[in-house]
């Protein structure tokens, strides 16, 4: 009788160990797994190229500020996820300085606007050696009112895995004060009304939404985001002058 039970304790042991092992090796491969959507674009060493990414940049943003200037009313711009990739990908041509603000464990960043909010995704390059890789993507929802611009964390990935809340808020507080400082400064505020932390991304912060043109231009006020896919629609307003003294 013993050595019946022990017999099928040690199939039950043996099937929990494949299980496990399955488990883990099907985690692995989504964690490796390189999403479809993942398609960073590629600047060629051509100088015309280059160029016509530096220039598409400095064109847009022309376009928004002559549309402010001559602004009645809140208006509509968009901006492609096409745009906005080929100016990441530039963005060393562009200012060489910009390699400092993002780790050199990432590298080919990009954005994709999907319909309900913008995934922002890399590689990332584990250990010294750098032997291995996966895509990195955190998923933002974000919304704009008279008020501000919430922008709330829904997802963090590793491949095509999906990580648990509680490994992105340890993740989170890993990065420290600074940036919670820098966040402070920037007037970011969140529901508790005290100083925001990373954390606060699970739940939402507000961004301020008003700025003012470079240059000494127009005052102006995002009021709208909205995302369709491979596109960002801001509606922004133009701030007439008794709205700026009474802010």
Same mark, same amino acid.
């Given at each position: 009788?013993? $050595?019946? /039970?022990?017999? &099928?304790? %040690?199939?039950?042991?043996?099937?929990?160990?494949?299980? *496990?092992?399955? =488990? !883990?090796?099907?985690?692995?491969?989504?964690?490796?797994?390189?999403?479809?959507?993942?398609?960073?674009?590629?600047?060629?060493?051509? $100088?015309? /190229?280059?160029? &016509?990414? %530096?220039?598409?940049?400095?064109?847009?943003?022309?376009? *928004?500020?002559? =549309? !402010?200037?001559?602004?009645?009313?809140?208006?509509?711009?968009?901006?492609?996820?096409?745009?906005?990739?080929?100016?990441?990908?530039?963005?060393?041509?562009?200012?060489?300085?910009?390699?400092?603000?993002?780790?050199?464990?990432?590298?080919?960043?990009?954005?994709?606007?999907?319909?309900?909010?913008?995934?922002?995704?890399?590689?990332?390059?584990?250990?010294?050696?750098?032997?291995?890789?996966?895509?990195?993507?955190?998923?933002?929802?974000?919304?704009?009112?008279?008020?501000?611009?919430?922008?709330?964390?829904?997802?963090?990935?590793?491949?095509?895995?999906?990580?648990?809340?509680?490994?992105?808020?340890?993740?989170?507080?890993?990065?420290?004060?600074?940036?919670?400082?820098?966040?402070?400064?920037?007037?970011?505020?969140?529901?508790?009304?005290?100083?925001?932390?990373?954390?606060?991304?699970?739940?939402?912060?507000?961004?301020?939404?008003?700025?003012?043109?470079?240059?000494?231009?127009?005052?102006?006020?995002?009021?709208?985001?909205?995302?369709?896919?491979?596109?960002?629609?801001?509606?922004?307003?133009?701030?007439?002058?008794?709205?700026?003294?009474?802010?």
């Amino acid at each position: 009788m013993l $050595k019946k /039970i022990l017999k &099928r304790w %040690r199939w039950i042991v043996a099937g929990l160990v494949a299980l *496990l092992i399955a =488990t !883990l090796l099907t985690c692995w491969l989504l964690f490796q797994h390189r999403p479809a959507w993942y398609q960073p674009v590629q600047i060629p060493p051509d $100088k015309d /190229i280059q160029q &016509r990414v %530096r220039d598409d940049l400095e064109w847009t943003f022309q376009a *928004l500020n002559e =549309t !402010l200037n001559a602004a009645q009313k809140p208006f509509q711009f968009r901006i492609t996820q096409n745009q906005v990739n080929a100016w990441l990908a530039g963005w060393d041509l562009i200012d060489p300085r910009s390699r400092q603000m993002i780790p050199p464990q990432f590298t080919e960043p990009m954005v994709v606007f999907e319909a309900d909010g913008v995934r922002v995704a890399a590689t990332y390059t584990f250990g010294e050696k750098g032997n291995l890789r996966t895509i990195v993507s955190a998923k933002l929802k974000v919304e704009a009112d008279a008020q501000g611009v919430t922008v709330r964390l829904d997802d963090i990935s590793g491949g095509s895995l999906s990580l648990p809340r509680t490994a992105v808020r340890e993740g989170l507080k890993s990065l420290g004060g600074r940036l919670s400082a820098e966040l402070a400064r920037a007037g970011v505020s969140t529901p508790r009304g005290s100083r925001p932390r990373l954390t606060d991304l699970l739940e939402g912060i507000t961004i301020p939404n008003t700025g003012k043109w470079p240059g000494g231009g127009q005052r102006f006020r995002i009021i709208g985001v909205a995302f369709e896919p491979g596109a960002l629609v801001l509606t922004i307003e133009r701030l007439r002058h008794q709205e700026r003294s009474r802010r």
